[in-house]
C-alpha cells in the first residue's frame, strides 16, 4: 500500500471534486484527509488530498492531467523527508529551536548543513552533529559573497528548502530566482508593517500594543514574499524597545518552525505573492 500526497490549483469549474473522487474511486483509493479551496476573485480550485492504496504514482498523475483543466498544477508526491539547508548569522534562538526539533524527530526533514558568514554558531550546531560551513562575506562584495554560497550550495543535491534562521543578509535576485519559492526567512515583525532594519524600535516609537513575526517566502522585494504563518503577542506601555525584542525572538521562533512544518508537510500552495495553506 502506497501513500501519495495530491495537490491540485487549477481554473476553477464545476465537478472538479467529483472528477478527482471518482479517479481515487476508480483505483480503490481510501481517502485519508480531503482539503479545498475556491479563490472566488481569481476562480481558482485548490484542493490536497492525502490517499492511501495501490496504484503506480505516474498512473494516477496521467488520470488526473486527462480529467482536470488545461494548466493544471498537479502533483502526486510520496511524503519522504525533504533536504534542507539552515542559514543563518549570529542569533541562536531560531537556529536552536529547529535544531532541538531535529535531534527531537520531530522534523521530518534532512538537515544538510548549516551556513553562515560568521563561526559564532559552529559549536553549536556541531553538537548535533551536522555539516557547519562558515562562508565569510569579509573583504567581499555582495555579489562575490554570494557567489561562494551559491558555489557550496550546487554541492547538495536535491535540496528541497533553504531557511534563513536569521541570516542577516539580502539576497540579491539571483539567488531568489535558483531557488525559487523555495527560501524560508522569519522576520521579526508582523508584517506589512516596520519592514527594514530594527523592527522593535519602530514598533515601540509607535506605541504598538502587540508585536509579532511572520515567516514567508523570500522574493525580490525586501520582506515582502507570500506569507506562510504568523503570530503576535500583546504588550503594554511597560515595554521598551528591548523588552519586545526578547519576547518577539520566542515568537519568532515558534513562527518559524510552524512555516517549515507546513512545506515539509507540503500543505502550502503559492500564487499571486500570497498563499493557501491546509
Not at 15 to 42: A, C, H, R, T
Not at 59 to 79: F, G, H, M, Q
Not at 203 to 229: M, S
Request: overall charge negative; charged content about 30%; aromatic content about 10%.
Amino acid at each position: 500500500m502506497k501513500q501519495y500526497r495530491v495537490l491540485i490549483d487549477a481554473h476553477d469549474e464545476k465537478g472538479l471534486v467529483y472528477k478527482v473522487s471518482s479517479i481515487f474511486f476508480k483505483y480503490n483509493l481510501n481517502i485519508l484527509s480531503n482539503n479545498e479551496f475556491v479563490d472566488k476573485v481569481n476562480n481558482k480550485f485548490f484542493m490536497r488530498s492525502v490517499v492511501v492504496g495501490d496504484v503506480a504514482e505516474e498512473e494516477l498523475y496521467n488520470e488526473l492531467v486527462a480529467v482536470l483543466p488545461k494548466r493544471s498544477n498537479i502533483d502526486v508526491i510520496t511524503p519522504e523527508k525533504k533536504n534542507i539547508i539552515l542559514m543563518a548569522t549570529k542569533e541562536s534562538h531560531a537556529l536552536g529551536d529547529i535544531l532541538m526539533r531535529y535531534e527531537a524527530d520531530e522534523l521530518d526533514a534532512n538537515i544538510l548543513a548549516v551556513i553562515s558568514n560568521y563561526e559564532d554558531l559552529r559549536d553549536l550546531v556541531e553538537k548535533f552533529g551536522i555539516e557547519y560551513h562558515c562562508v565569510s562575506h569579509e573583504g567581499l562584495d555582495r555579489a562575490e559573497h554570494e557567489t561562494k554560497v551559491l558555489e557550496l550550495l550546487a554541492q547538495f543535491q536535491d535540496i528541497d528548502y533553504i531557511v534563513l534562521a536569521k541570516y542577516m543578509r539580502i539576497l540579491t535576485p539571483r539567488f531568489v530566482e535558483e531557488y525559487n519559492n523555495k527560501i524560508i526567512n522569519i522576520h521579526h515583525s508582523f508584517l506589512p508593517a516596520f519592514i527594514g532594519a530594527n523592527p522593535y524600535k519602530q514598533a515601540y516609537d509607535r506605541g504598538v500594543k502587540i508585536i509579532g513575526a511572520t515567516a514567508h517566502f523570500v522574493n525580490n522585494n525586501l520582506d515582502e514574499g507570500p506569507i506562510i504563518a504568523q503570530d503576535i503577542r500583546h504588550i503594554d506601555h511597560a515595554f521598551d524597545w528591548k523588552d519586545m525584542q526578547r519576547l518577539g525572538k520566542d515568537v519568532e521562533k515558534i513562527v518559524l518552525s510552524r512555516a517549515l512544518k507546513l512545506a515539509l508537510e507540503d500543505r502550502i500552495f503559492v500564487y499571486a505573492n500570497k498563499t493557501v495553506i491546509f
